[in-house]
């Protein structure tokens, strides 16, 4: 992830970072169960916010390729292209699962 680009956007503010990654990492596992659930059903409208909620908090702590792969997803919801949305869960996934790690290192 990028971290210096997110203490840039945070004025250099350490304390207030490392809050954000620890929300990151208390929320998303369950953010990520929400979007999966969504999807599963069907349920478009929901999957817009899921994955618009996981694009926001993944961008601020600098999770590049996350926050990119669910601006994807929201813009599949958007679309309803339900089949595109599936596509990206995998990856999307994936890049959680590192981010959450590298963050709780």
């Not at 992830?1 to 207030?16: F, H, Q, V």
């Not at 929400?34 to 994955?51: D, F, H, P, Y």
Request: hydrophobic share 40%; proline share 2%; charged share 30%.
């Amino acid at each position: 992830s990028d971290r210096e680009g997110a203490l840039g956007r945070l004025m250099n503010n350490e304390t207030l970072l490392a809050h954000l990654e620890s929300i990151f990492l208390r929320d998303t596992p369950n953010d990520m169960e929400t979007l999966r659930q969504t999807l599963k059903s069907g349920n478009m409208e929901g999957l817009v916010i899921a994955s618009h909620t996981i694009k926001g908090t993944a961008a601020t702590v600098g999770a590049k390729r996350a926050s990119s792969l669910a601006k994807d997803m929201e813009q599949a919801a958007r679309a309803g292209e339900k089949e595109q949305a599936e596509n990206l869960l995998a990856p999307l996934e994936d890049e959680i699962q590192y981010v959450m790690k590298e963050l709780a290192e």
